[in-house]
């Protein structure tokens, strides 16, 4: 299966900053993921990063909050902007087709004071 | 879209038991259903899946059943270790490259 580097893997941010999240993938995807998951909770789908194009936000998500880039197969950002507290979240990189279903990167760990 | 429920949000047994964790999924496009392991501090870790063409699979120690008709699928692990101890993911998809939804996740205590 795939294996993912996300960077940071944790972080203490001001309120009203923004944060950048990159996720590099060691192979070709078709698809990938970005979601949210909140202190003890599940995991929530955020967008699915489109290559070439705008990414797909799930409702509840704004481009304008969450800024997506895909310049190739292989990597994504997703960007938390204008950070409140209430952002506090592990944020997570997944790809799918790669035979083996879909993989999780280690999580972003974002704490915002 | 997709909803998926899992029971029980916490589960412990004793060492050397079996656990139990089920779902139900309301989509009856679904037709792929992952079971994921987080441990603590690290992204969810898929540990077995079944497609809608198959009723169980079963690898090592644990298993998956899954019932189409009834959109009931679950998760079997035998013999239970304390490394098993984590919280515990199902999920469910339109396979192919599209989302999964999630459970809302068990939290598996494995006590020795």
């Known amino acids: 299966s795939a294996v993912i580097s996300q960077k940071p893997s944790r972080d203490i941010c001001q309120r009203g900053t923004s944060l950048t999240i990159q996720c590099q993938v060691d192979?070709?995807?078709?698809?990938m993921f970005w979601y949210r998951q909140q202190p003890g909770q599940s995991l929530t789908l955020i967008a699915t990063?489109?290559?070439?194009?705008?990414?797909?936000?799930e409702s509840g998500f704004v481009i304008d909050k969450f800024p997506i880039s895909r310049p190739n197969l292989t990597f994504s950002t997703l960007t938390v902007s204008n950070m409140s507290p209430e952002d506090s979240s592990i944020y997570l990189c997944?790809?799918?087709?790669?035979?083996?279903?879909?993989?999780f990167g280690s999580g972003t760990r974002l704490t915002v004071v | 879209g997709e909803n998926v429920e899992q029971h029980p949000s916490t589960l412990s047994v004793q060492e050397g038991d079996s656990a139990v964790i089920k779902c139900t999924y309301s989509?009856?496009?679904?037709?792929?259903f992952p079971w994921y392991k987080q441990e603590l501090g690290k992204g969810p870790q898929l540990i077995i899946d079944?497609?809608?063409?198959?009723g169980e699979k079963k690898d090592q120690r644990i298993a998956v059943t899954l019932n189409k008709t009834a959109k009931h699928f679950s998760l079997h692990i035998t013999e239970t270790q304390p490394e098993d101890s984590a919280v515990y993911f199902c999920?469910?998809?339109?396979?192919?490259?599209?989302?999964?939804?999630f459970g809302i996740g068990t939290k598996l205590q494995v006590i020795p």
């Open positions: 989509d009856s496009a679904s037709n792929y």
């Open positions: 192979s070709q995807v078709t698809m």
């Open positions: 990063a489109n290559q070439g194009s705008e990414a797909t936000y």
């Open positions: 079944i497609r809608s063409n198959v």
């Open positions: 997944s790809v799918s087709g790669t035979g083996s279903g879909y993989t």
């Open positions: 999920a469910a998809s339109e396979g192919g490259y599209q989302k999964v939804t």
